[in-house]
């Protein structure tokens, strides 16, 4: 789900690009699912694109599923454990040689997730079938913040957004057992009726 999640906003972020004039963009692949850093420390984003990196995934505990059965047709109850609900951090680094370029491309994406922060089925068909719904909103870094996440990443600092894709679901759907239907009621035990 976690892959999918990312093509469907790499996928979606491109097009809008490539609908802005100003940008005149003549590729394909405008933005690319990659590392920020190889191991050597050098930029694995493609020279004159924007990278789209996963930075964090973090579990949303607020919004909890607690259920842990499933009723089925027959009577039978089977017990599943909670789906996990996460929480997506998303980097979009522009690695272009000309800085206005971008700060161009970086404006873009603020543009395109201020026009399109909820992603459904409905407003994006090539969605998943297991995702429902993706809600993305920036995450402003302070300085020390932005400094450590670009030391964790192991490159030196290029123009970039962190974006909080909300929630991405997760649900095994195995069970670790199954119950048979309840048909009767026994009261077993002789105790003294209450009077």
């Known amino acids: 789900m976690i ?5 469907i906003l790499r ?3 491109s097009d809008y690009l490539k609908s802005l004039p100003e940008l005149n963009i003549t590729g394909n692949k405008i933005v690319a699912l990659s590392n920020v850093a190889k191991e050597d420390g050098a930029i694995a984003i493609p020279e004159n694109s924007l990278g789209l990196s996963l930075a964090n995934i ?3 505990r607020v919004v909890r599923d607690l ?3 499933r009723s089925h047709a027959d009577g039978s109850i089977s017990h599943i454990n909670p789906e996990i609900r996460l929480n997506l951090f998303i980097l979009f680094t522009a690695n272009f040689t000309d800085y206005k370029t971008s700060m161009q491309f970086i404006a873009g994406v603020v543009r395109f997730f201020q ?3 909820v992603f459904t089925p409905t407003t994006s068909p090539a969605m998943h079938v297991g995702i429902e719904r993706l809600l993305v909103e920036l ?7 932005q400094n450590n996440l670009w030391a964790a990443l192991g490159a030196k600092y290029l123009p970039s957004l962190l974006y909080k894709v909300r929630a ?3 649900q095994e759907g195995q069970a670790t057992d199954q119950q048979a239907p309840i048909t009767s009621i026994q ?6 009726e209450p009077g």
């Open 168 to 170: 991405v679901s997760f």
């Open 11 to 13: 996928s979606e972020t």
């Open 139 to 145: 995450q402003p870094l302070n300085l020390e913040q």
């Open 67 to 69: 259920q842990s059965h």
């Open 187 to 192: 009261i077993v035990g002789k105790g003294k």
């Open 58 to 60: 973090e579990e949303e």
């Open 115 to 117: 026009r399109k922060n």
């Open 3 to 7: 892959y999918h999640a990312l093509e």
